[in-house]
């Protein structure tokens, strides 16, 4: 049975007509370790909401007396009440309902029925989404009065406000910059232009070309390829196929991947590893919508929607004539680029745990618990690999782990390793050079090796919030060696 870490701090509202919904979901929280308070209507829960307060709020849709969409807007209007995440649970999947409930003001929805295990981990996630946005906006030397709290966080739950939220539901973040991204997601996907995904390797291309195509409701399949290692020679077969007869070993018709895909989505990815003749046949097929299969003479009309992807810098690939530059304008219409996961920390509390639940299942485990510092110590390292990265490296961490708490020293030996092939970084992005001239060491003077020494220590310490042991493998040195500097520098 799965735990909650927090027992007894929160607090959640169940509200359902259905008696049997509330007893099984009620004993089953209550076992992982919430308070809950139930409600048989709308009304009922915001008098309750009015006289007490609420972690969350699980809220039915269909209900006598007053539903759940009227009582969504009510507790939305009180002013003076504190915010609180709202789940909205219905047995209607319906577009529209789901939409006018995110938009009264729920934070989610679940439809019904949904087992007791997956109903806890949407809650779970919802507090962990809260208090990853109250750690990354929220400073120890900055506290917000209850006013500015509430208007923050209805601000980052109207970031929630899509047309299609349940298309966004495997991309794990609270990150503002993901919100604006699946925005002009939700723009671009309904029409048959080509869409560009760029981003570093790991970023989440491929799950962004499945939301795509998701909102688009094409009828047709989402066909992915990558194009790395596709030589000239087998691309248009591939692409295109061939008739009977059109080489040697043809003795039967077979379909191309714009076929497979037709009314459908063709994913390629890695678009400039892309040869020259392959980049011709591409281009033909953009510009007029019609291709060849080999051996034909007649052409065949195309209404599949093609995504491209790749991890390069698209312009430098055009600068260097790897890719031409009339496919380029075809297929840099529409662009779509994926920030690195060192530029979306906020969202590194929610994929650890998000992860350690995969990892868990695959591995056939209970679910380990995070260390506190873990966050910390993976905030400092830049993954190269981005997310996939990092669940990779969770899970193996997982199958070596063989306590309750989840050991780190797994994840200590892969970066101690990769950090002796390239070195370390101090600040985001920043190099030693820019951290000297910020410090005003170097107004208009060199500065000594031990004042650089101090700033480094100094540096290292606020990145690791005062964490000597993360600080300690931040500089590469050992922690006693780092407590005597960080006692020398104290002491003037």
Do not use: W
């Not at 929630?160 to 794990?172: Q, Y």
């Not at 909102?215 to 087998?234: C, F, M, Q, T, Y």
């Not at 299942?361 to 993976?378: R, S, Y």
């Amino acid at each position: 049975m799965t735990r909650h870490r927090e027992p007894t701090t929160k607090k959640i509202l169940l509200v359902d007509d259905h008696q049997r919904s509330i007893e099984t979901y009620s004993e089953y929280l209550t076992l992982t370790g919430y308070k809950v308070v139930t409600a048989e209507n709308g009304k009922e829960a915001l008098e309750k909401t009015q006289a007490d307060s609420f972690d969350l709020i699980l809220m039915d849709l269909k209900m006598p007396v007053m539903d759940g969409f009227e009582a969504i807007r009510r507790i939305r209007e009180i002013k003076s009440l504190p915010f609180v995440p709202i789940i909205a649970v219905s047995a209607l999947d319906k577009p529209d309902e789901v939409k006018r409930a995110l938009e009264l003001g729920a934070d989610e929805f679940v439809e019904k029925p949904i087992h007791e295990e997956a109903l806890l981990a949407r809650i779970n996630a919802m507090f962990r989404l809260k208090e990853a946005i109250q750690k990354a906006t929220i400073g120890e030397e900055k506290v917000r009065s209850l006013e500015e709290e509430n208007t923050f966080l209805k601000n980052q739950r109207n970031l929630n406000k899509l047309e299609s939220p349940k298309a966004f539901f495997d991309i794990v973040t609270c990150s503002p910059k993901m919100h604006c991204i699946f925005r002009c997601i939700e723009k671009i996907a309904s029409n048959l232009a080509p869409v560009l995904i760029t981003g570093e390797t790991g970023v989440g291309k491929e799950l962004v070309a499945k939301v795509i195509h998701s909102i688009s409701k094409r009828p047709g399949k989402l066909i992915s390829i990558n194009l790395a290692g596709v030589d000239d020679e087998h691309f248009a077969d591939t692409l295109f196929g061939h008739v009977k007869g059109a080489f040697t070993s043809a003795d039967r018709s077979r379909e191309g991947l714009i076929e497979s895909a037709s009314s459908g989505t063709l994913f390629l990815d890695e678009i400039g590893d892309l040869g020259p003749s392959a980049q011709i046949k591409l281009l033909r097929l953009l510009q007029d919508g019609e291709y060849y299969p080999l051996g034909s003479d007649h052409p065949r009309v195309s209404d599949t929607r093609i995504i491209f992807a790749t991890n390069c810098d698209v312009e430098e690939l055009v600068k260097s004539g790897k890719i031409r530059q009339d496919l380029y304008y075809r297929i840099k219409i529409q662009n779509i680029h994926l920030p690195p996961l060192r530029e979306r920390l906020e969202d590194l509390s929610l994929l650890i745990d998000h992860f350690l639940e995969k990892a868990a299942q695959k591995t056939g485990k209970k679910k380990p618990t995070a260390p506190h510092e873990l966050t910390l110590l993976l905030s400092n390292y830049h993954f190269p690999g981005n997310i996939r990265q990092l669940e990779n490296m969770i899970f193996e961490a997982v199958a070596h782990n063989s306590g309750g708490m989840l050991s780190m020293e797994t994840l200590r030996n892969t970066i101690k390793i990769e950090r002796k092939g390239r070195g370390r970084k101090l600040e985001s992005g920043l190099d030693l050079l820019n951290l000297l001239e910020n410090s005003g060491l170097m107004n208009g003077r060199f500065p000594s090796l031990h004042e650089v020494e101090e700033l480094l220590v100094q540096a290292a310490m606020k990145r690791s919030e005062g964490n000597q042991k993360i600080a300690s493998e931040l500089l590469g040195v050992s922690r006693p060696t780092l407590c005597r500097r960080v006692k020398e520098i104290e002491k003037g």
